[in-house]
């Protein structure tokens, strides 16, 4: 499933990075240059910030790949691909504004693989920019990919990982591990050059609310290599930074899940939003090929300062959630639910088999993008807590009808037993959200402008400043 990629180095060292960017360069739809203030948020942290170092920024763009933008809603079959002049032009101008925002780091989706005029002109301009380049097509020749670029005066590239998550909608995972080219004022110690990982993706689009096993098994087989990788590598205490179209709201499975395992949303805290309903619509980042206007491009900042779940716990908690979903859109209540569950069982409680059944006629197994045997076992091992070999009703309630992904409590490494080595504690760099900023600037107000035309997304960039982090060293469980 996964393959290595030649790793890259430099030996430059860079100043402040995008010192301008308080004043935010952007591009008009008509390709000219204006300009604009931008907000900037703060993490809340016990953790002393690292004055005079650099920042790093970090831009995540799905630029719409020229085979799948539509040019005539009368008639789908007509796409930019098909129309040299109108695609390159569009693709140069949204190279002059990644060029004139000039991050330390930019992934993209909807990367047009297939097309080499295209590829190269990519690779090119990044390439002259100083920038060094990776790419990944989808799985089956699909025609697009990622690219991922990063700018070789800022950091090493230690490593690139590629992971293919050979599903039904053929998704694939870019992971780099890099390494800053400016040494840090890190500790007691002296000091040293941070490490983190960024990983570029792009998940399946929900065409079918059964899609969303899918989409959440995506994010938890980059959650489980993040996890090998780390092990392999014994790397503690590493920033994770995930980048990309997730495809999915901050009322989503997906959204949870990740904040389950200690994740943020990066736009979110630089503008101080909580996850609650009201202010999951503040933002938008997509408007989608049905028309609606939805934030679905994310930036997930996780500085390992806290204790996460079993990544294996979260996992089955969101799938429960997924199976409530479902029930509940058959319009069942809790008690009815359960009785859909145990079935023609005459005693109170849920058997195996009727749980396999029940989870068949959700269309969450027995489909080529449903749950494996293996993974429904698994559930059903959270959900008999007793071990007694079936689920009785406040077992149900418990595991399936009242079970959500939560954040991570704190937890002192010390207590725990397995993990770590007592008392170990180490002192490492991590990041704080400095700024992050959509454009165009009416997607920040959950407004979509007529006039723009880069994309049918709005570009994140998020400005990250290195803060110091203590916490015991561990050994993440699966």
């Known amino acids: 499933m996964v393959a290595v990629v030649e790793s890259n180095a430099n030996s430059n060292i860079v100043g402040q990075l995008n010192s301008g960017f308080n004043e935010s360069n952007i591009l008009n739809g008509n390709g000219t240059i204006s300009r604009t203030n931008s907000g900037c948020g703060y993490v809340s942290s016990t953790s002393s910030a690292m004055t005079d170092e650099p920042c790093v920024s970090c831009t995540t763009f799905n630029i719409l790949a020229p085979i799948y933008k539509r040019l005539d809603q009368k008639n789908q079959s007509v796409r930019e691909s098909n129309f040299r002049a109108v695609w390159l032009s569009r693709n140069q101008k949204i190279l002059n504004w990644l060029l004139h925002e000039r991050s330390s780091i930019i992934c993209l989706q909807e990367f047009w693989v297939g097309n080499e005029e295209l590829v190269h002109m990519y690779q090119q301009s990044l390439g002259d920019a100083g920038y060094v380049t990776f790419q990944l097509a989808r799985t089956n020749n699909r025609g697009d990919g990622l690219l991922t670029a990063v700018r070789k005066d ?25 390494q800053s080219a400016l040494p840090f004022s890190q500790n007691r110690k002296g ?16 065409h079918d609310s059964c899609l969303s096993v899918v989409r959440l098994d995506q994010v938890y087989k980059i959650l489980q290599y993040v ?10 205490l590493m920033p994770i930074l995930l980048c990309g179209d997730w495809n999915g709201s901050k009322s989503g499975h997906v959204y949870k899940f990740l904040r389950s395992q200690g994740f943020v949303s990066s736009y979110d805290i630089a503008h101080q939003y909580t996850d609650s309903y009201a202010d999951a619509h ?19 900042l996780c500085n390992s300062i806290k204790s996460r779940k079993p990544l294996k716990k979260s996992w089955s908690e969101a799938v429960f959630g997924i199976i409530k979903c479902q029930l509940q859109k058959a319009s069942l209540v809790e008690k009815d639910a359960f009785a859909f569950l145990k079935a023609d069982n005459h005693g109170n409680f849920i058997t195996y088999s009727a749980f396999c059944e029940a989870l068949r006629q959700v269309n969450l197994i027995g489909l080529p993008y449903g749950l494996s045997s293996q993974e429904t076992e698994d559930l059903w091992m959270q959900a008999d807590i007793n071990g007694n070999g079936v689920v009785g009703y406040e077992e ?30 180490e002192e490492a760099i991590g990041f704080n959200v400095k700024k992050a900023v959509l454009f165009p600037r009416e997607a920040e107000k959950g407004r979509w402008p007529e006039n723009y035309s880069l994309s049918d997304h709005a570009p994140l960039t998020v400005v990250f400043s290195p803060v110091r982090i203590q916490g015991s060293q561990r050994v993440t469980r699966l």
């Open 227 to 236: 996890e090998q990788y780390q092990r392999e590598n014994k790397l503690n």
């Open 154 to 178: 800022c950091f090493t590239v230690l490593n690139c990982r590629e992971v293919l998550f050979h599903d039904c909608g053929d998704r694939v995972a870019q992971l780099l591990h890099v």
């Open 191 to 206: 000091t040293a050059q941070q490490e983190f990982l960024i990983v570029n993706t792009h998940l399946l689009f929900p």
């Open 396 to 425: 149900f309630k418990r595991r399936i009808w009242n079970s959500e992904c939560s954040e991570p409590r704190e937890e002192n490494c010390s207590e725990r037993t397995g993990d770590c080595e007592q008392g170990l504690e």
């Open 282 to 300: 503040r933002w938008v980042s997509h408007r989608n090929h049905r028309g609606n206007i939805c934030g679905v491009d994310f930036i997930w």
